[in-house]
Structure formats: structure tokens, C-alpha cells
């Protein structure tokens, strides 16, 4: 009996709120006295009133049903409505499960209990003249115990309810993009406030929300992806114990629509391409066979040259597909027939260096100036940023091939533009540089090529002092 008292005493000073551990403290005491019927009593006082300080804390923190809730609490007891609040003790722990969350269904069946044996002790007519309720020395201490442990040492933590919440939260403006203090809001607004056997519905939540969204979901796809990496990065047991297991099962319920969101969440989360089986993989290979066939089959342009097409949404959504090794073939000899306009927006959404040869090859059919730029432009400009010191020698070649390419005046800008990246990122080699320095001096043109030189002699690549008469060169080719 006395380890038992002293374990109650260790748990009474686990409760977060002092009145609410005022109660419990005298429902023990009463324990300690035996006076059992008066100890239940004490206990449901000090769940019903801590729960109900649980919504007062949300409501303060913003959350519009707490709000509304509190709002109708005060008001009947101001008015001293004793029939309205005794309906709101009634409802209680159906409310907090339903409408807050803050207790799940096995925890509801122990405190329903509790409620139960509290109205035995209050109301002993409803047991009969005859035989009172008369509980157990052990059944009141489980009473306690569950109180403290299911309630009055839990901060308002909360469940489904506050998992849609979220879903909701994260489309306003106001949610925060950034990821590392995404991470801080989601875990100090949300997970901090999760049951831990929740976590994992949470995190299958977002994913599911990644690979099939709703029309509501669709416009913060890119917050979802920075909110999957956050939760896997900060919960990385659930991560990896409840949400990784769980995601074959959701993949094989995926439309053909809604297929290539898988490629969005592999780009949040790397780790998960095991995931994709030999049976997902022919349904991707086969969406973009189909592609490839229906641009084979493209009419051509009414006024001549490439042919008409226009990528759908999961067309577009296939190319995202490049972090799959076995789809990168496939999705490069599609890109290669693409007409500019549609290949120029791939390469807005789903940059990769693997679409860098084609590029260069482009490049060299250019007709004339004008061409050249808009080729420059389509095609090598929107991969600057991650193109490689090796990727520079086949593109000053590809420059280099032709007087419509080196001589065209956008091209010299858009050339010390990727240069600018390159230099940037640590990634120009001064022996590169050195020949296309020479080759343009052996043509004539190197003081046309002035903002090149400033970027790589600056930047102490190429040693390249201003030509002493470059000022005084009033007239440029084209």
C-alpha cells in the first residue's frame, strides 16, 4: 500500500495545471482515507474542469471552435444556467474527442467509465435504497491513475481534429515556406501537440496530400513538399516506422493522373525510390510511351517548321521523372523531339543536365543570328545552374561551330551570364576560357566579348586586360 500512495504522490506532481492538481491531490487524499466514493468524485472534477481549461488554451491560441465554445461557457455562467452546464459536462468528453481531439477512442471508454462510477457516488439513489455503490480500493486508484495520465499531465494534445487543422493552416499565405522555420512552426503549433501514436497519420496525411491532392491542395503542392521533408527530418522514428511502410499500399491506389506526384515526393524524400516496384515502373514507362507516341503522331505547324504540340499537366508531371534512373532514357528521347516552345518549358520545371547534349546540338543548326539567341535562350540558359566545369567545353564548342552562333550579340551576354553561374559555383577552369579567349581574339571579336571579360577576369580565371582600344570601336558585326 505505501509504494502505491507514493507512486499517486509522484504522479500528482506531474500535472500541468496547479488547480487541476489541486483536485487530484484531494481525490488522493480522500484515497489515503478510504473514502473511495469521494475520491471519484474529486477525480471527475479534476478531469472535467482540466479538460475544459485544455479548450480555454487552444481558444487562446486562435483555434475558431474553442473559441466559440468558450464563448458559450462564459456566457451561461455568467446567466448561472446550471441546466446548460450541466448538458456541457455531459457532452465533454465526446466534444474533446470529436471536435478537439485531445483523447482518442480507448481513452474516452476509461474516462466514460470514470464518469459512470462518479454519478454511483453522487446519486446513490440511482443505485437503489437499498445497496449503495460501494467501489473498490483498486478500482480507485486505476480512476486516478487514468486521470492523470490520460488528462492532467498532457498538454492540449490533440489528433485528427488538429491534423486537419493543419491541412488547412498550410494554405494560407501566412504559413510559412521557409524550411527550417516550417519545421519550427509545424513542430511547436502541431506535432508538439500530436499524441506520438498519431505521428504517423500525420506524416501519411502529407504524403497522401502530395501524390493525391485536392482541388484545395493542388496550389500549395511546393509548401506540401517542404512540410514532408520538415516532418521526416524532425520525426524520423515515425517517419521510417509508420508513414515509409505504409506508402506501396497508397502508390497502387494512384491514378494515371496522379501517377507522376510520385516524382514530387521522391524529390522531397530520396530515400523512398526502393519503394517503386517493378509493376509501377511499366505503368510510368507506359504513360510515357504513350506520350511519345502522341507526339509522333503531332500534326505540323500551320506556318511551317516544328510540328504542333502542347504538353498536358501529367505530361509535363512525367519529366519530373529524371530522378528515376530507369526512366531517364526514355524521358531524354522524348525530350529530343519536342518542339522548342515545349521543350523550353521542361527545362523551366524540370532542369536537369541530361538535357544538356541536346541543347548543344540545337544550337548548331541555328540559321542566323536571331536564331542562335532564341536557341541560347531555350535550350542552354535555363541549365546554367547546374551545369558542371565538364559541361563547358562541349558548349564553347557548340559556340564556337558557327559565325551565326559566336558573332550574334545576345549570345556574348547570355555567354558571361553562364559564365557568371559557373564562376559562382566554382565550376569555370581557366584552360576552357583560355581557348575561347583565343579563339575569339584569332577572329577579331574579343573587345565585343567585354562583360565575358569582366566576369572572368574579375573573377581571376582568365587573365584578360581591357583591350587598349576597345573604347574607340564604334562598330560591331551582325
Known amino acids: 500500500m505505501h509504494q502505491h500512495l507514493t507512486d499517486l504522490d509522484a504522479l500528482a506532481l506531474t500535472v500541468r495545471e496547479p488547480r487541476s492538481r489541486d483536485y487530484i491531490q484531494e481525490a488522493i487524499a480522500a484515497y489515503r482515507a478510504g473514502a473511495y466514493r469521494a475520491a471519484i468524485v474529486a477525480t471527475w472534477v479534476a478531469v472535467s474542469f482540466d479538460l475544459t481549461i485544455k479548450i480555454r488554451e487552444i481558444a487562446v491560441d486562435g483555434d475558431g471552435q474553442a473559441n466559440e465554445e ?90 485528427r481534429v488538429l491534423i486537419e487543422r493543419f491541412m488547412t493552416d498550410l494554405r494560407s499565405p501566412a504559413f510559412p515556406r521557409d524550411g527550417d522555420k ?53 520525426r524520423p522514428d515515425a517517419w521510417r516506422a509508420s508513414v515509409v511502410p505504409g506508402i506501396p499500399r497508397l502508390i497502387e491506389g494512384l491514378t494515371s493522373e496522379q501517377l507522376p506526384n510520385l516524382f514530387r515526393l521522391l524529390k522531397a524524400a530520396p530515400d523512398l525510390l526502393p519503394l517503386l516496384d517493378a509493376g509501377t515502373l511499366h505503368r510510368l514507362e507506359a504513360l510515357i510511351d504513350t506520350m511519345s507516341e502522341r507526339l509522333r503522331q503531332a500534326p505540323p505547324s500551320l506556318f511551317g517548321g516544328e510540328k504542333s504540340f502542347t504538353l498536358s499537366a501529367t505530361e509535363m508531371a512525367l519529366f519530373a521523372g529524371m530522378v528515376v534512373p530507369q526512366l531517364t532514357d526514355r524521358l531524354v528521347a522524348v525530350f529530343e523531339q519536342l518542339p522548342r516552345v515545349a521543350a523550353n518549358k521542361v527545362l523551366e520545371e524540370h532542369p536537369n543536365r541530361r538535357f544538356l547534349n541536346h541543347g548543344y546540338t540545337r544550337l548548331r543548326t541555328a540559321r542566323d543570328f536571331r ?33 551565326q552562333i559566336w558573332d550574334a550579340t545576345d549570345i556574348r551576354s547570355q555567354l558571361a551570364s553562364t559564365a557568371r553561374v559557373l564562376l559562382e559555383r566554382g565550376e569555370a577552369r581557366a584552360a576552357d576560357w583560355e581557348r575561347f579567349r583565343a579563339f575569339i581574339f584569332e577572329k577579331g571579336v574579343e573587345s565585343w566579348y567585354g562583360e565575358l571579360r569582366v566576369v572572368l577576369h574579375d573573377g581571376g580565371v582568365v587573365e584578360w586586360p581591357e583591350t587598349p582600344d576597345a573604347d574607340e570601336l564604334d562598330e560591331q558585326p551582325e
Not at 531555350?378 to 564548342?397: F, K, N, R
Request: hydrophobic share 45%.
Open 182 to 234: 516550417l519545421a519550427r512552426y509545424m513542430n511547436e503549433r502541431y506535432l508538439d501537440r500530436v499524441r506520438p501514436d498519431l505521428f504517423g497519420r500525420f506524416g501519411t496525411t502529407l504524403v497522401a496530400a502530395v501524390v493525391k491532392p485536392s482541388a484545395e491542395q493542388v496550389s500549395s503542392n511546393d509548401v506540401l513538399l517542404t512540410t514532408v521533408m520538415a516532418f521526416a527530418r524532425t
Open 371 to 403: 536564331s542562335a539567341e532564341a536557341l541560347y535562350r531555350s535550350y542552354i540558359a535555363p541549365l546554367a545552374g547546374m551545369m558542371q566545369a565538364e559541361d563547358v567545353p562541349a558548349l564553347l564548342d557548340a559556340v564556337m561551330s558557327d559565325r
Open 70 to 159: 468558450m464563448a458559450a461557457f462564459d456566457g451561461w455562467v455568467q446567466a448561472g444556467n446550471q441546466g446548460k452546464l450541466q448538458e456541457f459536462e455531459g457532452k465533454l468528453l465526446g466534444k474533446v474527442q470529436s471536435r478537439f481531439g485531445f483523447l482518442n477512442a480507448q481513452d474516452v471508454l476509461h474516462l466514460e467509465r470514470l464518469k459512470e462510477d462518479r454519478n454511483h457516488c453522487a446519486h446513490p439513489s440511482f443505485y437503489g435504497d437499498q445497496d449503495l455503490f460501494a467501489p473498490t480500493s483498486e478500482l480507485v486508484r486505476m480512476h486516478i491513475v487514468h486521470a492523470v495520465t490520460l488528462v492532467l499531465a498532457r498538454p492540449p494534445i490533440q489528433g
